[in-house]
């Protein structure tokens, strides 16, 4: 590894004997100078923190990074402020210590430029406090909300760290803390799994995370078969490759393979059969987990599906939701995809601007997670700033959230007989200011009787009175006229 430029001596001589964690952060987002206190609050040799890079990330990284991405600040921090202000910018600091606890504290930026005004970094003073948790920040920047969501989810992280790349699990909602609580037992047993949940909400992927959890070293095969297109021989001869490796004489083998069965529901019921009459051998060398559209309720129900496989794929069961369900994920979930590849950007994101944030809460997501995670990639391509903007969003974005406006907004409610009754009023009273109140023209201007005129007249009560000038005339309705037929 290079060694790192030399620190200011301003720096070494200032801060060196500090009791407050001190660091400064180059443009690149380089560690370039670290005093002891910082090192220690890190668990590590000053060695291993200079000149690493660290990242604005809840995800965990790999060796000596992973201790020192919590001391990353916002990018949104070397951005020139508006209004300007030569103010000390809030974030929220952690690091990681030798028993993999994480700990958080109060840290001020202030950003370092030379007579050029060229930004040569950011200068960080934490709170020399230990908190266990995140501490509370004051709304002082309109990347606010991003960085809350970023304290959050290292929060989460911290918590849940068996789970940690389950992006599609972070949220406050009761089913997010439901979910968590499912996927942890999961991970904890070797019983059949069965996830269920609308399109691109992320079902393969949480099957397949599920299991390199279980087995981070990759003791256990994952299989997948794709239902959609496995018929009666492909599962056989699937079966066939899987005994044909089993160890001779009954002992155990050294690995146990799973089948991941990818819309399970799909699968044609000769294919059922062949996979049901496997499953229930004896001594049976396969875990399942499956996944599927439609809810255990629905499968069961299904006449096209086996009962019995669905008792025995459903030992456990997942339900994922639809982002339109759970619309206070989004924000969180939204913060928590942006991190996950900041490591691989070029250019490392804060988060979202709060107007962008509010147009994924009114958006409804048809294709779920998939299609947040596709609209955040390339949001991500377009910007130009540290926080997404809402013209970053790509125009399919734009024109799609027009659409579902027009489609949602109210419609008014049209009563067929009020309004033809209305059209008739209507045409009635225009032959009556034609005819000048003769009820016999105005009858002959409509093409009915006088009679039937005269009914329509009290009907809709409209006056009798002739309105030609000058007469006052009312004309008596003959009683004869509502006894004519229609």
Excluded at 17 to 38: E, G, H, K, W
Excluded at 67 to 85: A, R, T, V
Excluded at 299 to 313: D, G, K, R, V, Y
Aim: hydrophobic letters at 35%.
């Amino acid at each position: 590894m290079a060694n790192p430029k030399p620190s200011p001596r301003i720096l070494n001589r200032s801060f060196d004997r500090a009791l407050s964690p001190v660091y400064l952060v180059s443009p690149d987002f380089v560690i370039t100078y670290a005093n002891p206190a910082c090192a220690q609050w890190c668990a590590a040799e000053l060695e291993h923190i200079l000149a690493l890079k660290c990242v604005f990330s809840s995800q965990p990284l790999d060796g000596h990074q992973n201790k020192i991405k919590g001391l990353c600040p916002p990018p949104s921090h070397f951005e020139p402020q508006d209004p300007p202000s030569i103010a000390p910018r809030s974030f929220t600091a952690s690091a990681i210590d030798l028993e993999n606890t994480t700990s958080w504290k109060s840290a001020w930026t202030y950003l370092l430029k030379d007579a050029e005004e060229k930004r040569l970094g950011l200068l960080v003073i934490c709170d020399p406090h230990t908190s266990k948790s995140p501490p509370e920040t004051k709304p002082e920047s309109p990347d606010f909300l991003s960085e809350t969501l970023h304290s959050q989810l290292a929060a989460i992280r911290a918590q849940s760290d068996r789970i940690h790349s389950l992006e599609g699990m972070v949220g406050s909602s009761s089913f997010s803390r439901q979910c968590r609580r499912r996927v942890t037992a999961a991970i904890q047993c070797d019983a059949d799994l069965l996830i269920t949940g609308p399109p691109g909400s992320g079902k393969e992927h949480l099957a397949k995370t599920i299991h390199a959890v279980r087995d981070p070293e990759r003791h256990i095969e994952l299989l997948p078969i794709h239902c959609a297109i496995a018929d009666q021989k492909l599962i056989q001869q699937r079966i066939k490759e899987i005994v044909s490796e089993l160890p001779a004489g009954g002992s155990q083998p050294k690995t146990q393979t799973w089948l991941l069965l990818l819309d399970i529901d799909r699968l044609e019921q000769a294919a059922q059969h062949e996979l049901l009459g496997f499953l229930q051998l004896p001594d049976c060398p396969l875990r399942t987990i499956g996944t599927t559209i439609l809810t255990l309720n629905e499968l069961t129900a299904s006449a096209q599906f086996s009962t019995e496989l669905t008792n025995q794929l459903g030992v456990m069961v997942i339900e994922m939701e639809s982002l339109s369900k759970r619309v206070e994920d989004i924000p969180l979930l939204s913060q928590a995809l942006l991190e996950r590849d900041n490591n691989r950007r070029k250019k490392q994101l804060s988060g979202f601007a709060n107007e962008t944030l509010q147009l994924f809460i009114e958006f409804n997501w048809p294709e779920n997670i998939d299609q947040l995670n596709r609209t955040i990639q390339l949001a991500a391509l377009n910007t130009d700033s540290a926080l997404i903007q809402p013209d970053d969003l790509p125009d399919q974005f734009h024109q799609s959230l027009r659409a579902m406006r027009i489609g949602t907004a109210k419609e008014t409610k049209i009563n067929l007989d009020q309004f033809l009754r209305e059209i008739e009023k209507e045409l009635i009273s225009r032959a009556m200011r034609e005819a000048k109140g003769n009820k016999a023209k105005a009858a002959s201007l409509l093409g009915i009787s006088r009679p039937k005129l005269l009914r329509r007249l009290q009907n809709f009560e409209i006056p009798f009175e002739h309105v030609e000038p000058g007469t006052n005339h009312t004309d008596e309705i003959d009683s004869s006229a509502f006894e004519e037929l229609e």
